[in-house]
């Protein structure tokens, strides 16, 4: 940051943000950008926001045009890891605060204190008239991260007695406000009104006996504290070690602190970034499956690809037929109750790190499943068994074997190998051109025949057979 940074007042133009915001649209906008996936599209849009006006966010307040013009360029993306630029800028800009206590014999720091009276008695406190775009938006900052800024309390120069958070868990105006509104001693430090036996304070008329009850609790507490030579400092509530962190102020800005637990923890499975957007779709019930695509345009057919239902994302992958044969299977394999709802496999990402295997299985069982009911919607594949499900999940684990470390490969191919075992001992079903074969009858469509072959799986409930061969052509 510049010396003059700090000293300049003159308020920013529009040509002087014009060239970053127009850097901005031109990279997101580009010609690339159309062909690029879902993931691919993500990728380019966090790079832009992340790197371009990165520097500018940490030392100005960006104006609300601005704001809106980089907005504009995306859509409502709650939860991709899209930051919000007005959060983010807030979050950035707060940072200073932390700055400004830890380097105490830094020049900038000087000219501060010297041009903005932040020592009587602390920085909250410095009038906001005359100042220069570094510092009003730093005081801007300042009110949302007052919130989660406690004082340590060493000689009580710097804290102010009602209007700091310093003793219990919220201020003392805020804990004691009938004494508060009546006390004449506001804005006064803890130095100027404890000497540590005796609390100098006046109020302007008597009060009620509750008044007075609260005046001796609020003594009581104050008694608890001592003074020490030692200068007054802060910490920050919102994380564990008391160090101000970026991440921690945006997320209560944006989230009010409660950050939804299924929709940010598909991002933290190792599984190719399409398959992860494709995860985050179904957590907000977004994926075009029938009834979805419903609420767009008029379907002539909202039947299920594997059955006569009506697809919807609960039904096509948990309870279809086929889903429930699918995950029956997978629970037996990994040892865990999978497949009743969204719920029952999104749990297990929470704690990814503990269930990361069995994170990777589930995510190919859903990514299989769409992908299979594409192609034969779009492909006209033909239904020829769960085992063609099951060689899919197979082929596709093994080809995300790179992303793994060396002890998750081993446990993955271990698990692909048991599955692709089942499914080479699950019945298939064959079709033939009737002209090619006498074995036609008049019970079966006209121009092709359908064929089971039977086998007996062991150790598999009777439920993966049962899929009758009237369901299989209703499709």
């Given amino acids: 940051m510049m010396i003059q940074d700090i000293l300049d007042d003159t308020k920013l133009r529009r040509q002087d943000l014009q060239p970053i915001i127009d850097k901005i649209i031109k990279r997101i906008s580009g010609w690339k950008g159309r062909l690029l996936s879902y993931a691919?599209?993500?990728?380019?849009?966090?790079?832009?926001?992340a790197s371009i006006p990165i520097y500018l966010l940490s030392i100005i307040k960006f104006p609300r045009w601005a704001i809106d013009m980089i907005n504009s360029q995306k859509k409502d993306v709650g939860g991709l890891g899209i930051p919000d630029m007005?959060?983010?800028?807030?979050?950035?800009?707060?940072?200073?605060?932390f700055r400004y206590q830890l380097n105490n014999n830094a020049i900038w720091k000087n000219i501060v204190d010297f041009k903005y009276k932040t020592k009587d008695p602390n920085v909250f406190c410095c009038p906001n008239v005359g100042t220069s775009p570094f510092w009003k938006g730093v005081m801007w900052a300042m009110q949302a991260a007052h919130m989660g800024i406690k004082w340590v309390i060493g000689d009580g120069r710097k804290i102010r007695f009602w209007e700091d958070l310093w003793i219990g868990n919220t201020s003392l105006a805020i804990a004691y406000w009938p004494l508060c509104i009546i006390n004449e001693q506001h804005g006064k430090t803890v130095h100027e009104v404890w000497d540590g036996e005796n609390l100098m304070l006046t109020f302007r008329?008597?009060?009620s006996a509750n008044t007075m009850n609260l005046w001796w609790e609020l003594c009581n507490l104050v008694e608890s504290t001592s003074l020490s030579e030692e200068e007054d400092h802060i910490l920050w509530s919102?994380?564990?070690t008391g160090k101000y962190s970026v991440q921690s102020l945006y997320a209560v800005v944006n989230h009010r602190g409660v950050v939804p637990q299924f929709v940010s923890s598909v991002w933290k499975i190792t599984i190719p970034p399409r398959v992860q957007f494709f995860l985050w779709l179904l957590s907000k019930n977004r994926v075009l499956t029938r009834d979805n695509l419903a609420k767009r345009r008029e379907v002539s057919d909202p039947s299920c690809m594997f059955c006569n239902d009506h697809?919807?994302?609960?039904?096509?992958?948990?309870e279809c037929c086929v889903a429930r044969n699918i995950w029956l299977t997978i629970s037996e394999v990994l040892g865990h109750n999978l497949g009743h709802c969204f719920e029952s496999v999104a749990r297990f990402c929470i704690a990814n790190k503990r269930h990361m295997l069995t994170n990777i299985i589930s995510s190919s069982v859903l990514w299989s499943l769409w992908k299979l009911r594409n192609?034969?919607?779009f492909q006209g594949i033909t239904w020829i068994g769960s085992g063609r499900v099951l060689f899919r999940i197979v082929k596709m684990v093994r080809r995300w074997l790179p992303m793994f470390k060396p002890e998750i490969g081993l446990q993955v191919e271990e698990i692909a190998q048991q599955l692709e075992i089942i499914a080479n001992s699950l019945p298939q079903l064959q079709w033939r051109d009737s002209t090619e074969t006498s074995l036609s009858s008049e019970s079966e469509p006209s121009g092709v025949q359908l064929l089971v072959s039977t086998c007996v799986v062991s150790g598999l409930p009777n439920e993966l057979l049962d899929i009758s061969s009237q369901d299989l052509l209703s499709v």
């Avoid at 959060?87 to 707060?94: E, K, M, R």
């Avoid at 697809?311 to 948990?318: A, D, R």
Wanted: hydrophobic residues 50%; positive net charge.
């Fill in 40 to 49: 691919g599209r993500l990728t380019l849009l966090k790079a832009c926001l």
């Fill in 86 to 97: 007005r959060s983010l800028n807030l979050a950035l800009l707060g940072s200073w605060i």
């Fill in 205 to 207: 008329r008597n009060v």
């Fill in 238 to 240: 919102f994380t564990l």
């Fill in 311 to 318: 697809e919807s994302i609960n039904h096509l992958f948990f």
């Fill in 375 to 377: 192609e034969m919607y």
